[in-house]
């Protein structure tokens, strides 16, 4: 059972535009909301974070947007650029328990 | 350089050899944790440590694999008796809080096992 889905495999986005990438979340329980960014080859980056208090969190191009009620957040990047290009995941917990991750979505930005 | 480190990053092993994968958390974190990703998967967690202690390790599996975090060195994720579904991505994180609970990542090291 999955508790974070990432339901997109992948997205292609025309540079300049503005790319969505979103989430969904079955543990009522969560209240901290992670993405990061991964390259091949590398390590996870984290990106930004929100917790449960908030419904927005924004950090330069990059603005994530929580819906409790619909257990869904979604990250925002605008405007995109081609070194964008890159995994991106989804994590989420509650207090002491274990991150948990989705899956992944691989967003290509095309120049 | 004070990100996290781990090392090797490639790692080659034979069916039935043993596996220690070595990470370095950031400076100033004394919060560990490993996550293993297989190809086309998201991460899944295996173990959580503090200096000395295991905190959590719901994600281990109950055999051939163990995890340690001394007080002087590295933490070791260690893998006895390696099998082929053993190959993947194991990756550490280190966090100054587990309340903070932004955890930052090391490169990885991929393990293969003929």
Known sequence: DQQVKQNSPSLSVQEGRISILNCDYTNSMFDYFLWYKKYPAEGPTFLISISSIKDKNEDGRFTVFLNKSAKHLSLHIVPSQP????????????????????????????? | NAGVMQNPRHLVR???????????????????????????????????????????????????????????????????QVVRGDSAAYFCASSRDREADTQYFGPGTRLTVL
């Not at chain 2, 990470?23 to 919060?31: A, E, I, L, R, Y």
């Open chain 2, 14 to 80: 034979r069916r039935g050899q043993e596996a220690r994968l070595r990470c370095s958390p950031m400076k100033g974190h004394s919060h560990v944790y490993w996550y293993r990703q297989l190809p086309e998967e998201g991460l899944k967690f295996m173990v959580y440590l503090q200096k000395e202690n295991i905190i959590d390790e719901s994600g281990m599996p109950k055999e051939r694999f163990s995890a340690e975090f001394p007080k002087e060195g590295p933490s070791i994720l260690r893998i006895q």
């Open chain 1, 83 to 111: 070194g964008d290009s890159a995994v991106y995941f989804c994590a989420a917990n509650s207090g002491n328990t274990p991150l948990v991750f989705g899956k992944g979505t691989r967003l290509s930005v095309i120049a």
